[in-house]
């Protein structure tokens, strides 16, 4: 339309709001958005209104709440601006949507809860939080407020909804402080590879807690990564990987590399690999980070298992930076043991033959070649 449609002027002159939500809630959500060329008009009409109109057009659009998503988003857009504490029943609608999403692309909507929620000394809940955390991951217009609300003091270690992180969160109040420290060194694992640093203060926080405790407590958390999620989120696929808790699985899946080797956490760790790379339709691999660091783990580890399992990734995945990682510690593995020179390996005695290991690291180099 070229201007403002009769059928939104008529009923905001005459401030029946009833009459207007009706209107919008039926037309549903058009084609180019409420910001695009058609419909731009109407939507910057409905903004200059006055606040009384725009929070009783709020309100009387709640009746419609279920007649598809367009509804909250014109809930966020005619509200912008205005306090929610005029209007706390629309607050807690908006609430309750956003926290059932992946994301919130109006991440400005998100900020006002957080800030109304906190006007009023109210918290803010660890699925608000989540939801924060992850769309301040995507950089979508997120600004530093935004930010500020996810990395503020307080918040859960870890988001809940996928079943290792619930079973943390159930975990965490038993054990010791030294556990939260560990926690949160994990949660700063942004890097493609472990740092000096980074090393050193995990060692640190491993040896503290016990090495052996520390490995078999993290294993059984890391041994329910990948579930399904029991409620899948809005814009996502149940068996996604939070974007924000990757970031900690990784750190702990790395720290598996500084702790006692054990047969059960290299076959943990490799089937890890595989079930991160399990491709999601239409999406890709689920998580080629959590794979990479589960790759990187097995690669820092000793003893055959290990080995094993680099020996049996190799020749099944398909995903070229983790075939990379893979073939780099292979390489790694056949210059120890043979001084460069499979051929020289002796009397060894490992798991894999050292020939399997030569030829492992010879077929990877091919596959690598023809991963596109």
Known sequence: MAGVSEEIRRPAAAGDVEALAGTLAR???????????????????????DDALRIGLARALLRYGDAGEHVA??????????????????????????????????????????????????????????????????????GDRLRELAASPGHPPVNPGEVWADRVLADLPGLGGRWGGLLVHASTARAARPGAAWERRAETLLEEIGREEARRRVTNWIGLAGRPRPLPLRGG????????????????????????????????????????LREIPGAGPRSPLIAGAAAYALSRMDGEAALSQLVRLRGRVTHTRTLKTLGAALDARAGTLTGGSAGDAGGLEVGVEVADLETATLDLADQDAEVP
Do not use: K, Q
């Open 27 to 49: 037309r549903g959500l058009p084609a180019g958005g409420f910001w695009g060329a058609e419909e731009r008009p109407g939507t910057e009409f409905l903004l200059a209104r």
């Open 73 to 142: 988003t014109l809930m966020e857009i005619v509200t912008r601006g205005l306090p929610f504490t005029a209007m706390p029943e629309v607050a807690e609608f908006l609430l309750e949507r956003v926290e059932g999403e992946t994301t919130c692309a109006a991440s400005g909507l998100l900020v006002r809860l957080a800030d109304h929620l906190l006007e009023v000394g109210r918290g803010l809940s660890p699925h608000l939080v989540a939801v924060i955390r992850r769309t301040s991951m995507t950089g979508w217009w997120t």
């Open 237 to 276: 696929h149940p068996e996604d990987f939070d974007s924000y808790n990757a970031v900690t699985l990784r750190g702990l899946i790395w720290m598996l590399a500084f702790s006692p080797p054990h047969p059960d956490t290299a076959r943990l760790l490799g089937e890890l690999v595989e079930t991160a």
